[in-house]
Each structure stands twice: as C-alpha cells, then as structure tokens.
C-alpha cells in the first residue's frame, strides 16, 4: 500500500482500500495485519470482528474467533502492536470476502462515524483499555461456539469497541462492553436454567 492507511481516512474507507490493495483470490491474515500500520489493534479487532456480525453465518466467524481471542489478550499484556503466530496467520480470507466486507459494512460504520467522538478517551488508552482486553476474550469465546446466534450479539459487541478505540471514544467502548456482558450473561443464565431443566426431568 503506497501511502498506507492514512489517519484522516474514515475506516469505512480504510476498508475498501484495504480489499483493493488485496492481490489474488485470498490473503493471509498477517497481510492484512502488515496493511493496517497505524492503530493496528483498532482496526484488526475490526476487520476480524464485522463477518462475525452476519446471523447465522457459520465457518468464518470460528476461524477469525481465535485470532481475536489472541489479539485481546495482547491488549491485556499491553503490547503495543498486534502479532499473530505463523499457524493462525496463514488463515485465509477470499478477497472476495474483504470487498463484500467493505460493501456491506460501509453504511454501518459510516453511522457509527457520525455520532462518534472523542470523549472519555482515558478508557482507549492504557492500563484501562486492559479491562477492554479481558472483556474481548470473553466475547471472543462466545463467537467460538457453534451454536445459532452466538456469534452475532458479541460480534457487534467488539465492532462498537473497536470503533471506539480507533475514534478514542470512551462511550463506544462502554456500550460496546454493555452489549457484549449482557450476551455473555445471557447465554450463563440459559445454560444454568437448561441445565436445571434436564435435573428435573431426569429426577435428579
């Protein structure tokens, strides 16, 4: 990319520069982890967080969840750029894929664009974006199950947190950790009950 991904740009745009600069049928996820430069964890938690959004879409979502999980956990231990080991960056996404990415989440983003800004930045900046960290691993592990749905409400849950840390808005990243806490606490109270429900019909 010869002038790379330039701070003024909107991200939406980001991301269509990002499928046109793509070469072939598929990129490796480390390519587009080099493409992305300048607040490289904003916008990796972004481009791996937006397919997981798609109800009902298996496949993609299980194999970009580890890379996300991992990519959280960097947050909590404070590195300052994202790296992936060589067996989870050689994971593919069909260019294909990254322009239908662009397309279809250009008008989202573009919204969250227009009612973001900076405030309660203190919250994008380290230590306390640390406790964002933690709360990614937890929605990370809620994409990785296989299960109808699960994949949507967390997915959404780490867009708006990552537009937050792109934008160093502080209120994004709350509703974003709001969203993806009351799915996460969702899916412990229906487990909990389900599992109470099949004592009682086995008796025990």
Same mark, same amino acid.
Request: proline share 6%.
């Given at each position: ?6 701070? &003024? ?51 993609? +979502? ?10 959280? %956990? ?10 992936? +080991? ?28 227009? %009612?973001?800004? +900076?405030?309660? &930045? ?19 592990? &809620?994409?990785?199950?296989?299960? +109808? ?56």
């Amino acid at each position: 990319m010869a002038a790379g991904l330039h701070e &003024s740009m909107a991200i939406s745009q980001r991301l269509h520069l990002l499928a046109a600069d793509a070469k072939g049928d598929a990129v490796e996820l480390n390519w587009v982890l080099s493409e992305l430069h300048e607040r490289a964890f904003g916008l990796f938690l972004l481009v791996l967080a937006l397919p997981c959004c798609i109800p009902f879409l298996y496949g993609i +979502p299980q194999i970009v969840a580890l890379p996300l999980m991992l990519v959280s %956990v960097q947050i909590v231990l404070g590195r300052k750029t994202p790296w992936l +080991p060589k067996n989870l960056g050689g994971r593919t996404i069909s260019t294909e894929r990254l322009h239908d990415l662009a397309r279809r989440a250009e008008p989202w983003l573009v919204r969250i664009e227009a %009612v973001s800004r +900076p405030r309660l &930045s203190v919250l994008t900046y380290s230590p306390a974006d640390r406790a964002v960290g933690l709360a990614l691993i937890l929605f990370s592990a &809620s994409i990785m199950v296989p299960l +109808p749905g699960t994949n949507s409400v967390p997915g959404f849950a780490v867009v708006l947190v990552s537009m937050g840390l792109l934008q160093r808005d502080g209120v994004l990243v709350i509703l974003g950790a709001i969203l993806g806490t009351a799915w996460i606490a969702t899916l412990v109270f229906a487990g909990v009950s389900l599992a109470s429900l099949i004592k009682g019909w086995i008796g025990l």
